[in-house]
């Protein structure tokens, strides 16, 4: 007996072999790329390599890092928009460069170039001074920026970047006068906030809890709620400016289009490695606590962060 297969799954058949398209069955039959798009060592990259291993191990297929660092997390970002969306490229990132809230020239639509899968981690910043500072708390630091007669410079680590916009934040909702002092990533910004260069800054947990008592004073922590590695700092909301609430988050993201098995099988790996003990165990000593999402709850999240940069982009007149 002769089977007649339909001219519409023949040809979608062959454009599946054709690109590589994941298959439920098949998914995954190869080496999967994870783009991070930062240079070896930094916070990002920690956390991708700290899930690497349990990840691979549930695939069944090794997962190799691919740093491209560059234009604050666009370069990486770029590459991933335009890869194909074969399941085999999967990227890692934090807000900026799939929001872009400062309309930086770029070659995709932030919109509808990636697929969330899910968040990895959120944390807390660490609102920090240098130790020899005269500014002993928040009230302290508002006060300061809004005295005429002092100038008061807060570093971060790009423009666009979360940091930068979390602290443009702090001074809007705080009716303080605060002057940024972009730089290229984290390291510089540290030095200078230990040096007194600039006058405070928000860190992350591992910034900023290493060099506690150690060269920084930490005023508060950005979160609604206080830090379980610091249960002593007040949040930045209790300490004189109310509502004020941010956390970093670092997602998974694909190409837009990567078929729905393959999207499901790299969040199943995800949750696999978030319950492993010891990567749970190294998140928590890095100030991070594990989240799992939906795709739909990822992307609503990712949407909702687009909406609130744009509009305080807007406000204050930031410019890339």
Known sequence: MIRIVPRTLLVG?????????????DYPSRIIKLVVAAPAGGGIDIVGRLIEPTMSHNLGQKIIVDNRPGANGIAGATFVAH???????IFISVAG????????????DVET???PISRVMTSPFFLVVPASSKIKTVADLIAAGKDAKETIRYG?????TVTHLATALLGKMAGANFIAIPYRGSA?????TLSGQVQFGLLAAPDALSRRNDGLRILAVSSAERSALAPDIPTIAESGVPGYDVALWHGLFAPAKTPGPAVERVRNALAAAQQDEATRARFAALGMVPVLDTAEQFATIVKNQLDKDAALVKELDLKP
């Open 13 to 25: 058949a062959l454009i599946a072999s054709a690109y590589g398209v994941a298959t439920a069955d």
């Open 83 to 89: 890869a194909p969306p074969d399941g085999y490229t």
């Open 97 to 108: 460069p799939v929001t872009n809230a400062l309309n930086a020239p770029i070659s995709y």
């Open 113 to 115: 170039a990636f697929q």
């Open 156 to 160: 971060h680590p790009g423009l666009g």
């Open 188 to 192: 510089g910004q540290v030095q200078d």
